[in-house]
């Protein structure tokens, strides 16, 4: 399995080709391709390319779905005893990314393409051929 760790947002998150992640609002189009080149670390099949502080070469490529915001936050402020009460409401506007291929130095390591089949597309019953005979 392939996956790499990227920054964006000024956060960290494990990402793997063929599966969408939600990030702090990039300002792209939807429907339009980015590539993401603060990757911290890469894994393919059992060698590890990590980073100090980034990897070289390394790029992610994905696909901007939509924008959205996210849930509601309540931030509740109250001091006893003195009938002081605040009550706000934050939303946070984010991105959702599908990401597409995984690189290093122009090599596609993993792509959605030829992503690993998921358990439930492994547990479902194959075709078989079976042959009548009279």
């Given at each position: 399995?392939?996956?790499?760790?990227?920054?964006?947002?000024?956060?960290?998150?494990?990402?793997?080709?063929?599966?969408?992640?939600?990030?702090?609002?990039?300002p792209v189009e939807p429907n339009q391709?980015?590539?993401?080149?603060?990757?911290?670390?890469?894994?393919?099949?059992?060698?590890?390319?990590?980073?100090?502080?980034?990897?070289?070469?390394?790029?992610?490529?994905?696909?901007?779905?939509?924008?959205?915001?996210?849930?509601?936050?309540?931030?509740?402020?109250?001091?006893?005893?003195?009938?002081?009460?605040?009550?706000?409401?934050?939303?946070?506007?984010?991105?959702?990314?599908?990401?597409?291929?995984?690189?290093?130095?122009?090599?596609?390591?993993?792509?959605?393409?030829?992503?690993?089949?998921?358990?439930?597309?492994?547990?479902?019953?194959?075709?078989?051929?079976?042959?009548?005979?009279?």
């Amino acid at each position: 399995m392939t996956y790499a760790i990227i920054e964006t947002g000024g956060k960290q998150l494990r990402v793997e080709p063929g599966r969408f992640y939600d990030v702090e609002l990039l300002p792209v189009e939807p429907n339009q391709e980015i590539t993401l080149e603060r990757v911290l670390l890469v894994q393919h099949n059992g060698e590890l390319h990590i980073g100090q502080p980034f990897v070289e070469g390394a790029t992610i490529q994905a696909t901007v779905m939509r924008h959205l915001r996210g849930r509601k936050i309540i931030v509740y402020k109250m001091r006893p005893k003195k009938k002081t009460r605040k009550k706000r409401g934050h939303r946070q506007e984010i991105t959702r990314l599908m990401i597409n291929s995984i690189s290093v130095n122009g090599n596609v390591l993993a792509s959605a393409a030829n992503a690993q089949p998921t358990a439930e597309e492994q547990a479902a019953p194959q075709p078989t051929s079976e042959s009548t005979a009279e």
